[in-house]
C-alpha cells in the first residue's frame, strides 16, 4: 500500500518529460533536422540511463532542504505535477525544479520545517542557470561557428549538423535525466525507497522518458519555433550550449531547469543576430510563467496539505 503515495511522483515524472524533454530536441525538430518520432525515442533511452547513472546527487540536495514524510511528499509532486501539466497544454516551456521546489516549501512553510542553506544554493543557482547558457551558446557560436562556415561541402554540413542534433541531444537527454530525476522521486528517497537512491533513480526516470514519449509536442514547437528562428546549426549550438550546462549542475548536485537553460542559449544566439530577431512576446509570456510556476505549486500544495491534515 506504501507505493499508492508514489502515483503523484510518477504523475510528477510524466509531466515533467512532457515539458522539458521539448528543450533539448525543440531546436532540431523544429527545423527539421531531426524527426519528432526519433527525437522522443533517443531523448527517452538517455533520460532513463542518465537518471540511473547521475541522480544520485541532485536527489540528496532536494531532499535535504525539508524533512518529508510520505503524505507530504505525495503533496508536494502531485501540486507540482499539476502546474507543469497546465503550462504543458499551453506550451509554454516551465522549471519543473521550481514547480517542485515550490510545493516542498508549500508545506515546508506549514510544518516550520525549511532548511535555508540548501535553499539559497538552489536559488542562485537558477539565477546563474539561464545566464550561463547564454554565455555558453554565444562563446559555442563564435568558436564552432567559425569552422563550420569554412566547410563548403552543402552534403558535408547537412551531415555534421543532423549527425551533430542526434549526439547532442543524446547527451542532453542524459545529463537532462541525471539533473532532473531529483524532481520526480527525490523526496521518496528516504520515506519510501529507504535511501535506494539508484532504484529511485531508476523509477523516476522511467516516468519522465513515458512524458516524452507521449506529449511533448507542443512545448518542443514553442521552445523551437516561438523564441527565435534557428537555422539548424543554431539549433545544434543551442542545445550543446544546454546540455553542457545542465550537465554542469548535475555535477553540483542542484536541480535546474533545462527549460530557463535553453531559453538563455536561443536569447544569447538571437543576440548575435539582433534584438529585433528575438520574438518578445513568446519571452515575456515564459518569463512569467516561471515567477508563477513556483507560487502556484507553493500555494496548491499548502491549500492541499492542510485539507489532508483536517482529515
Do not use: C
Amino acid at each position: 500500500m506504501l507505493w499508492i503515495y508514489l502515483l503523484p511522483s510518477l504523475f510528477m515524472g510524466w509531466s515533467l518529460g512532457t515539458n522539458d524533454s521539448a528543450n533539448i530536441f525543440g531546436p532540431a525538430v523544429a527545423q527539421k533536422v531531426v524527426k519528432y518520432r526519433t527525437a522522443i525515442i533517443v531523448a527517452a533511452i538517455f533520460i532513463v540511463i542518465g537518471s540511473w547513472v547521475g541522480g544520485e546527487s541532485g536527489m540528496k540536495t532536494l531532499s535535504s532542504i525539508t524533512t518529508q514524510s510520505l503524505t507530504s511528499a505525495s503533496v508536494a509532486a502531485f501540486s507540482a505535477a499539476l502546474v507543469v501539466t497546465f503550462m504543458s497544454k499551453w506550451g509554454i516551456p516551465v522549471s519543473t525544479s521550481q514547480a517542485v521546489l515550490g510545493g516542498i516549501l508549500g508545506i515546508g512553510i506549514y510544518n516550520h520545517n525549511v532548511n535555508f542553506a540548501p535553499l539559497i544554493k538552489v536559488l542562485i543557482v537558477w539565477v546563474i542557470n539561464p545566464i550561463g547558457a547564454m554565455v555558453v551558446a554565444i562563446g559555442l557560436q563564435l568558436t564552432l561557428g567559425y569552422f563550420y562556415k569554412k566547410i563548403d561541402s552543402i552534403s558535408l554540413r547537412s551531415k555534421i549538423v543532423k549527425w551533430g542534433a542526434l549526439i547532442i541531444g543524446a547527451y542532453g537527454s542524459y545529463a537532462l535525466g541525471a539533473n532532473n530525476v531529483a524532481n520526480v522521486t527525490g523526496t521518496f528517497a528516504g520515506p519510501l525507497f529507504k535511501n535506494n537512491y539508484g532504484l529511485a533513480s531508476l523509477v523516476g526516470g522511467l516516468a519522465i522518458a513515458s512524458g516524452t514519449l507521449t506529449y511533448s509536442k507542443k512545448v518542443m514547437m514553442t521552445v523551437g519555433k516561438d523564441i527565435a528562428a534557428l537555422d539548424s546549426f543554431g539549433a545544434v549550438i543551442a542545445v550543446l550550449a544546454i546540455s553542457i550546462t545542465v550537465w554542469i549542475f548535475s555535477l553540483v548536485g542542484v536541480p535546474v531547469s533545462t527549460s530557463q537553460a535553453i531559453v538563455g542559449a536561443v536569447i544569447g544566439l538571437g543576440f548575435l543576430k539582433g534584438i529585433s530577431f528575438l520574438n518578445k512576446k513568446t519571452i515575456i509570456k515564459i518569463l512569467l510563467g516561471w515567477i508563477a510556476t513556483p507560487v502556484i505549486a507553493g500555494s496548491m500544495a499548502f491549500v492541499i496539505y492542510l485539507i489532508v491534515k483536517l482529515f
